[in-house]
């Protein structure tokens, strides 16, 4: 018999001997507060105390309780330590997504238990097990320092607590936009879901039970996955899984009424496979069984009888086979012509880029049930009408017939708009006639889901000895999988963004996805931009010191202005707060030098700095789809307004930011205001959550039916028992894209290729230690034009996180693979910044108001990715004199740079010639150069 106390209840056990505390918690007790994440003791999300101390529950086993004292997050409501702890984190903004938040929030007790009055370098330990993947640590290591002072019994001003300055700046001032009054909107208020993450209680997909869904019962799936990267399938023996333990079906192709693909776009990737796999996330079938552990071990039984298929591994090796998903490209001017001028300075530059995995704190999840006839999903998804639209073709019935229901996402990024478990969740439903749970491994979960494409580019640019950029010839190269997912949309976005913000006569751009068999590229944070940046900003930074111009005065010198044309030919109007993000940047810059200057050098320790800018779309544009919103209201007879808006909420603070609009609008109290969001049947139909539009498109769909509202009111005032109504379906202009027939038709200022985009200029101070390699990440000085700030706690928490994903991609989150096979498959290999990697940051917010967006806001949530890469490459070769060409510049690539005095990439015509080389053959590699 195991006896321990648990949140002050004595717990008695008959056999737990080899489970551990968080299936007990989790699946005995249904305290789904403790979050399942790595399973390996890697994340903290799964954090609680044992006698005080922290403890990671997923590897601590049961019969270690005996006689224990646990404390879980849902122990807050009768711990006012631990209500403390919770205010001071909303206090601050430090929580987004909310999935890390209760082990966070365990981890700040078990520290100030300890550590009454902690120092950061105490802090940095006390959280060195718990990763945030969202808020970049700020903000947390701010909670963590008010909540020590409240209890020791001090009253402190918040603001005393802030570890970063912050500044905001408005020009712009003549746009037209609604003056606001500053009840509402401008307000670092709480998360309106804040309470619920800082508690646990809030629900994300696999914390969902039988009785949640209104169900008798829940079953469980689990894959049976590819046996290699490429295979010829030749017969499947499923005898001994259907007679294991707790197996109900095993659903295959079969099984599929309709389509036997999935895909949010273009579905290409099978539900179920057949004769072949692609690569190591595809599957065959999925076991259905009482229990996800049932299901596991009865997919281990499936015999494969396979033929391995040679396999294309390489960006190079595709290229010279022809094996490509889309090209796409675009040629302005005349680059030709341009060449030929004898006063041009040129220069080449190439570059590879790892891929990098998103690392969502929540595994990918999704439930699949039939109801009275109609089909439900419960999927953590950025997309639920193209889910819709994509499984109504599946299973072969009406959209109508289909719901697809958001749960809370723990984290998104891009990863979540493609489709990965919800098809097979629901076949399997209809299959087995009950519900049906999915519920992927860390370790699936980096197999199936998408990446940030790894990138080769090859760019020459040429340039006036004045400094004026005349052409840019480059070509960009992804690695985009067996399926083209998302590689078409990111590899355009990343050619029109190609010369970054600035004026260019003369492009040419090419581009080609390959296709391969190494793990499927997709939707990250930047959406292609990145890897455009990381290549145009060190080609910028490199032209400077060639032209002896100083980095800052180069870009002001080429830097678009309203009524400036783009690289991708659209003549930009307003809401361009481009030059002042660089000015602004480049005086915090030289201020904080002064600071740091005189310290170095420190023994093998040198100081260099960097700075790059960026632009970011605000929507999809391209022609893709509508850039849309909408918003339904409902004045209720006591007075409180429901909100249903179409969107989705991972973390950004999409129904914070929706709320505050509406009462900036209204002049209601925000208590008084509820938003439901995330339904298919509840909400208006509207494309997905991406590419950083739902303040700018689903904010501006707020504004007006609240407007809609406030006139109806004003004509008729509203009377207690009454309920009024109002809504407003919001579209933005057409966009087009590269090469689109009516967009070729376009002249002037009606052609354009997004509804609005975001600028930034960022600075960093770096450390690199040139016996050992290690870059160490001093400060951050991020100036950002945002238009309007709607809450000020959410913006600057969008880039430190942003900033933070930044960092890893530019130093330690490479994701590479070999022949097909992931090197990487713990969380705690990912290389993700920790708690004691956060610089200090200056964050400079530009208002320049967008007369499209409400308030004159636009989107904030992934621009601050793009400049912070290569700012931070472009510090470490000033550090040590050696240009960096391979991302990311981990201390191995650092030191063999400081070793050899180079880091050379050869070009892709380069690559080829050596295949050509080592394989003996011959074919032309025109056109690559």
Request: proline content about 5%; charged content about 25%.
């Amino acid at each position: 018999m195991l006896r321990f106390t648990l949140n002050g209840t004595q717990i008695e056990v008959q056999d737990g001997e080899n489970r551990t505390l968080l299936e007990y918690l989790r699946n005995v007790k249904c305290m789904k507060g403790t979050k399942e994440a790595c399973s390996t003791g890697h994340c903290g999300a799964c954090s609680v105390l044992v006698d005080g101390r922290l403890t990671r529950s997923c590897v601590t086993l049961m019969h270690r309780l005996d006689g224990k004292v646990v404390e879980t997050i849902e122990n807050a409501p009768n711990d006012t330590m631990l209500q403390v702890i919770q205010h001071s984190f909303l206090d601050v903004g430090a929580v987004q997504c909310g999935f890390c938040t209760p082990g966070m929030v365990m981890a700040t007790k078990a520290l100030l238990l300890h550590h009454p009055a902690p120092t950061e370098p105490a802090i940095y330990d006390g959280l060195k097990n718990n990763y945030c993947r969202c808020t970049g640590y700020v903000k947390i290591i701010e909670a963590v320092k008010l909540a020590a002072a409240r209890l020791r019994g001090e009253d402190p001003d918040i603001d005393s607590f802030r570890s970063h300055e912050s500044t905001v700046t408005v020009v712009g001032e003549n746009q037209v936009v609604p003056e606001i009054t500053g009840s509402a909107v401008g307000k670092s208020v709480w998360d309106v879901d804040g309470m619920d993450k800082t508690g646990g209680k809030l629900k994300f997909c696999d914390d969902l039970t039988a009785e949640d869904i209104g169900a008798d019962t829940l079953l469980h799936g689990a894959f049976v996955w590819a046996p290699t990267p490429h295979a010829k399938i030749n017969a499947v023996d499923y005898s001994a899984a259907e007679q294991a333990e707790g197996v109900v079906r095993i659903v295959t192709a079969a099984d599929v009424p309709g389509m036997n693909k999935v895909g949010t776009w273009t579905p290409e990737q099978p539900v179920f496979c057949t004769d072949e796999v692609r690569f190591l996330g595809d599957h065959l079938a999925l076991v259905v069984a009482d229990t996800a552990a049932h299901a596991r071990a009865a997919a281990k039984l499936v015999k494969i009888d396979y033929e391995e298929l040679p396999g294309i591994y390489t960006m190079a090796d595709g290229y010279r086979k022809n094996s490509f998903i889309v090209h796409t490209g675009r040629v302005s001017g005349d680059v030709e012509q341009a060449k030929q001028r004898t006063d041009i300075v040129k220069l080449n530059v190439s570059k590879d880029i790892e891929p990098q995995e998103h690392a969502c704190m929540e595994p990918v999840s999704a439930i699949g049930m039939v109801q009275d006839g109609k089909t439900i999903l419960y999927s953590c998804t950025q997309a639920p009408f193209e889910i819709r639209s994509m499984l109504a073709k599946i299973l072969d019935k009406p959209e109508e017939d289909i719901r697809v229901i958001v749960t809370p996402l723990g984290g998104g990024f891009g990863k979540k708009c493609d489709s990965f478990l919800e098809a097979p969740a629901v076949i399997a439903a209809h299959a087995c006639g009950k519900p049906v749970k999915i519920t992927l491994t860390r370790k699936e979960d980096l197999i199936l889901t998408t990446k940030r494409h790894g990138y080769h580019t090859d760019y020459e640019i040429g340039f006036t000895p004045d400094g004026k950029f005349q052409y840019l010839d480059c070509r960009m190269f992804s690695d985009g999988g067996p399926y083209e997912c998302e590689s078409y949309g990111t590899l355009m976005t990343g050619a029109l963004m190609s010369g970054g913000p600035y004026i260019i006569p003369n492009v040419k751009v090419e581009g080609s996805a390959i296709r391969n068999n190494n793990l499927q590229g997709g939707a990250f944070r930047g959406y292609g931009i990145n890897q455009a940046a990381i290549s145009i900003e060190t080609a910028m930074d490199m032209m400077a010191e060639k032209l002896g111009i100083d980095p800052f005065e180069l870009r002001r010198r080429n830097a678009v202005y309203p009524g400036a044309t783009s690289v991708g030919g659209e003549v930009l109007k307003y809401s361009m707060g481009m030059m002042d993000t660089i000015n602004q940047c480049e005086k915090s810059l030289r201020k904080a030098l002064k600071e740091y200057e005189g310290q170095y050098p420190k023994g093998s320790k040198v100081l260099g700095w960097g700075m790059a800018s960026g632009f970011k779309n605000v929507g999809v544009g391209k022609g893709i789809f509508t850039d849309d919103g909408a918003c339904k209201l409902i004045l209720q007879g006591d007075g409180r307004l429901h909100m249903i808006v179409s969107g989705t909420d991972m973390g950004q603070g999409f129904r914070t930011a929706m709320t505050q609009i509406a009462a900036e609008t209204l002049g209601m109290n925000i208590a008084n205001i509820y938003i439901t969001n995330g339904d298919t049947e509840l909400t208006i139909p509207t494309g997905e959550s991406v590419s950083e539009r739902q303040t700018l498109c689903g904010g501006r769909a707020v504004y007006e039916a609240c407007v809609k509202l406030k006139q109806d009111l004003d004509s008729r005032p509203w009377r207690p028992g009454e309920e009024r109504r109002a809504e407003y379906y919001y579209a933005s202009d057409p966009c087009f894209a590269i090469g689109d027939f009516e967009g070729a038709k376009q002249r002037g200022a009606k052609y354009r290729n997004f509804p609005a985009y975001a600028y930034a200029t960022q600075a960093v101070i770096v450390e690199v230690d040139k016996e050992t390699g290690k870059v160490r990440l001093l400060k951050i000085i991020a100036a950002h034009d945002v238009g309007r700030a709607i809450n000020p706690h959410i913006i600057e928490g969008q880039m430190h996180g942003s900033c933070s994903m930044g960092q890893g991609y530019a130093l330690t989150e490479g994701y590479p693979t070999r022949n097909g096979y992931p090197v990487k498959t713990l969380y705690r290999q990912l290389g993700l910044p920790r708690a004691e990697d956060t610089p200090d940051y200056e964050i400079i917010l530009i208002e320049d108001p967008e007369p499209q967006g409400p308030f004159g806001a636009k989107g904030i949530s992934e621009v601050a990715t793009v400049p912070v890469t290569p700012a931070i490459l472009n510090a470490v070769s000033r550090a040590i004199g050696v240009r960096i060409n391979k991302v990311p510049a981990s201390p191995e690539v650092v030191l063999e740079a400081i070793r050899t005095g180079k880091c050379e990439v050869p070009t892709m015509k380069q690559q080829l010639q050596a295949l050509e080389k080592d394989c003996e053959c011959h074919r032309p590699s025109d056109g690559v150069q």
